[in-house]
């Protein structure tokens, strides 16, 4: 009898044992999903929360990093004013134009070094060289039709590979242009000059390379002075096929857009350069001396067959064509006006 209720106990701790258990599998699971939810929601809004961080935590650290030079140099002049913190530094005044240069042109080698070198790249640029090289394997001035052609190939792929690598720069650049220009971080005149001088020792390596191997292979005039003309001629029509890149890409600010139009613009260049027809009706005059692909060509050609080697050429190449001068000077109004032009068109970008 007395053994009853003691079972009885037992058994009832046991329920209540089990009901414990039971509520804490539910409170456990209750956590559970409610963790997964968070975790989930939290997946959803990174995007947002790293934007917030950015402007929150790193974006006045690196307006106070390009401040810090205007910051030391008048810490001293002002008294009171010398002492006001970085953080306080508003729009591009905050800095002098030679620092906002300085670190833009940094930040620009570090960028362009990674796209410009790559496998891809340079497969695009040594593929060609070889096998055009190969192609004109030792040939010799009296085959003037062959070295033409092999003058004129140079031009335009070097004519639409510049043009084409420049269109998507700034397309691509807008977003962040807008955003540290609406800022304050810099001026535009610093962001432009500084990108076009990170440009020019990336975008200048790969055609020196094309260049040597070409030359070499097809066995070109063996004179130094002939081979250095050759490469500063390649060189300098590089830079003005960039600069009619920038032009469009900015104009444009639509990638797809920009790379139409210079698609139609070097077709045309292609036609009027000066190779496959020497007879230009007078109505398309203007578009034989607006191609920098002609200029180019012509010097190419002035450079291989100067001095004796001239007698060699056809007179149908020479009569009626402009001349050396006349070419330099046309290539060089096309580099500063193309980048020019890319520059006021950029001012139309909002921030």
């Given at each position: 009898?007395?053994?009853?209720?003691?079972?009885?106990?037992?058994?009832?701790?046991?329920?209540?044992?089990?009901?414990?258990?039971?509520?804490?599998?539910?409170?456990?699971?209750?956590?559970?999903?409610?963790?997964?939810s968070?975790?989930?929601?939290?997946?959803?809004?990174v995007?947002?929360?790293?934007?917030?961080?950015?402007?929150?935590?790193?974006?006045?650290?690196?307006k106070?990093?390009?401040?810090?030079?205007?910051?030391v140099?008048?810490?001293?002049?002002?008294g009171?004013?010398?002492?006001?913190?970085?953080?306080?530094?508003?729009?591009?005044?905050?800095t002098?134009?030679?620092?906002?240069?300085?670190?833009?042109?940094?930040?620009?080698?570090?960028?362009?070094?990674?796209?410009?070198?790559?496998?891809?790249?340079?497969?695009?640029?040594?593929?060609?060289?070889?096998?055009?090289?190969?192609m004109?394997?030792?040939?010799?001035?009296?085959?003037?039709?062959?070295?033409?052609?092999?003058?004129?190939?140079?031009s335009?792929?070097?004519?639409?590979?510049?043009?084409?690598?420049?269109?998507?720069?700034?397309?691509?650049?807008?977003?962040?242009?807008?955003?540290?220009?609406?800022?304050?971080?810099?001026?535009l005149?610093?962001y432009?000059?500084?990108?076009?001088?990170?440009d020019?020792?990336m975008e200048?390596?790969?055609?020196?390379?094309?260049?040597?191997?070409?030359y070499l292979?097809?066995?070109?005039?063996?004179?130094?002075?002939?081979?250095a003309l050759?490469?500063?001629?390649?060189?300098?029509?590089?830079?003005?096929?960039?600069?009619?890149g920038?032009?469009?890409?900015a104009?444009?600010?639509?990638a797809?857009?920009a790379?139409?139009?210079?698609?139609?613009?070097?077709?045309?260049?292609?036609?009027?350069?000066?190779?496959?027809?020497?007879?230009?009706?007078?109505?398309?005059?203007?578009?034989?001396?607006?191609?920098?692909?002609?200029?180019?060509?012509r010097?190419?050609?002035?450079?291989?067959?100067?001095?004796?080697?001239?007698?060699?050429?056809?007179?149908?190449?020479?009569?009626?064509?402009a001349?050396?001068?006349?070419?330099?000077a046309?290539l060089?109004?096309?580099?500063?006006?193309?980048?020019?032009?890319?520059?006021?068109?950029?001012?139309?970008?909002r921030?």
């Amino acid at each position: 009898m007395i053994m009853m209720p003691i079972i009885a106990n037992f058994s009832f701790l046991d329920h209540v044992k089990g009901c414990i258990s039971d509520c804490s599998m539910c409170v456990c699971a209750g956590f559970a999903q409610a963790e997964y939810s968070d975790r989930a929601a939290e997946g959803v809004s990174v995007k947002q929360s790293l934007i917030a961080s950015y402007a929150r935590e790193l974006a006045p650290k690196v307006k106070a990093a390009i401040g810090a030079g205007a910051h030391v140099e008048n810490g001293h002049a002002g008294g009171g004013a010398g002492e006001q913190p970085l953080e306080s530094c508003s729009g591009s005044g905050c800095t002098s134009w030679t620092n906002q240069f300085a670190i833009l042109l940094r930040r620009s080698l570090k960028e362009r070094r990674h796209e410009t070198f790559t496998s891809l790249r340079l497969f695009q640029i040594i593929a060609p060289a070889l096998v055009a090289g190969a192609m004109w394997w030792r040939s010799t001035p009296l085959e003037v039709q062959d070295r033409m052609g092999l003058l004129f190939f140079i031009s335009i792929f070097w004519g639409v590979f510049a043009s084409f690598n420049a269109v998507f720069a700034f397309p691509q650049e807008r977003p962040v242009l807008a955003r540290e220009r609406a800022s304050g971080m810099y001026s535009l005149s610093s962001y432009f000059m500084a990108r076009m001088a990170g440009d020019l020792p990336m975008e200048l390596a790969l055609p020196a390379a094309f260049t040597v191997i070409v030359y070499l292979m097809a066995g070109l005039n063996p004179a130094p002075a002939a081979f250095a003309l050759t490469l500063v001629v390649i060189l300098s029509y590089v830079l003005v096929a960039e600069g009619l890149g920038l032009a469009i890409g900015a104009l444009m600010m639509d990638a797809k857009r920009a790379s139409t139009l210079a698609t139609v613009i070097m077709l045309a260049y292609l036609l009027t350069g000066g190779f496959y027809v020497h007879n230009v009706p007078i109505f398309m005059i203007w578009a034989k001396y607006s191609s920098f692909t002609y200029y180019c060509y012509r010097l190419l050609i002035a450079v291989q067959y100067s001095g004796h080697l001239a007698q060699l050429l056809p007179l149908e190449s020479t009569h009626g064509e402009a001349g050396t001068w006349t070419c330099v000077a046309a290539l060089v109004a096309m580099f500063f006006g193309y980048r020019l032009l890319a520059y006021f068109a950029l001012r139309r970008v909002r921030t």
